[in-house]
């Protein structure tokens, strides 16, 4: 039974937006190509925290190619169409032909959170280092995604409880985490080495900093800075290149709406501008300007969506004399609950 909650690079920005992403984009897809990739096993059974070694054996040619070049392949996975446990090999090694058309070998340590099938789908030449950004690396998708077929056991379950929900802004708070075994219920009885970090993605390699140890019932209280409530909270299991699991978690933050129109008064048919904000991630998030209808509806006039800054414009017409009260309205979204502005009168004149 599959428990990983864990996201790709890819799947952190669908959290926290666009303007985040840190998946890099290959300099020159042609530079690096993948003949074939194959194992030295047709299927493996994992059990817990454990690692069991696979042989990878890439073909490629790369026309950037150096001495002592690395080179690592990438795997996935899938729940439905989505990948869900990300895995990378160890460091490939050149065995046969030159660093520009040849064959390379290593070792990809296949986790029990890989359960059901772990796909080849790319190989990266360079630096692999996909959580700082760009970085100089190229990387080639890998084709018809050979497969090792992965029976996981006791496969490792990461829960968490926030103290606060939503998390205030401007308020320190603590994520109690804990990992047991998914088949039992149970801790694994020991301290286990983790990585809490947090960031705009979850996905830490080798040497990443940030490890703790949990107690023996595999909990672990970590405290966070007001600021970290706009970032991905993650608890990674380190693996060896990869985590063998890991939760990632944007904090819900409360829909705090600001707004203010640019005059009170205005003659009719003409037009009065709405300025404001909204705190947290709103990035491409919906903002509506709603007038009050009889004692207690509102309508929605108009809306539009906010930039990178959390902040919109929207215009208010002036249909008829007399006051009118209006608000804005933020409809939940991304990791921020609904929420609506102090009401607001314009006159018209």
């Known amino acids: 039974m599959k428990t990983r909650n864990i996201l790709t690079a890819v799947g952190a920005v669908s959290l926290l937006g666009t303007a985040l992403s840190a998946v890099p984009a290959s300099a020159a897809p042609l530079d690096l190509m ?115 077929a992965v029976t996981g056991l006791h496969v490792p379950k990461i829960t968490r409880t926030v103290s606060a929900n939503p998390v205030p ?76 699991d890991g939760y990632e978690l944007a904090p819900n933050r409360p829909g705090v709406v600001a707004a203010t129109p640019e005059k009170t008064s205005a003659k009719v048919g003409t037009t009065v501008v709405v300025k404001g904000n909204v705190l947290g991630f709103t990035y491409d998030c919906p903002v509506n300007l709603q007038r009050l209808s009889g004692a207690t509806a509102w309508r929605t006039l108009r809306s539009t969506k906010q930039s990178v800054s959390g902040r919109y414009s929207l215009p208010a017409q002036i249909t008829a004399k007399g006051k009118g009260t209006y608000r804005v309205q933020f409809p939940a979204c991304h990791q921020v609950l609904t929420g609506v502005s102090k009401s607001f009168t314009i006159t018209g004149v």
């Open 169 to 244: 802004f401007g308020k320190a708070y603590s994520i109690a985490w804990k990992v047991t075994d998914s088949a039992t219920g149970k801790p694994y009885g020991s301290r286990l080495k983790v990585l809490a970090t947090k960031g705009p993605n979850c996905f830490a390699v080798k040497g990443a900093p940030g490890a703790v140890y949990t107690n023996t019932s595999g909990a672990l209280v970590v405290s966070y800075a007001p600021a970290d409530g706009d970032k991905l909270n993650c608890l990674e299991i380190p693996g060896t290149q990869a985590p063998i």
């Open 34 to 148: 993948v003949q074939s990739v194959t194992f030295n096993k047709a299927s493996v059974a994992v059990a817990g925290l454990n690692l069991v070694p696979v042989t990878v054996t890439v073909k490629a040619t790369y026309k950037l190619g150096k001495p002592n070049q690395p080179m690592y392949a990438e795997f996935d996975s899938y729940e439905g169409d989505l990948p869900s446990q990300r895995v990378i090999s160890e460091p490939l090694k050149l065995i046969s032909g030159e660093v520009t058309d040849g064959t390379w070998q290593g070792i990809v340590n296949v986790p029990s959170t890989a359960d059901g099938n772990l796909y080849a789908t790319g190989v990266v030449a360079g630096p692999y280092e996909p959580t700082t950004g760009p970085t100089k690396y190229d990387t080639a998708t890998v084709p018809d995604k050979p497969k090792v």
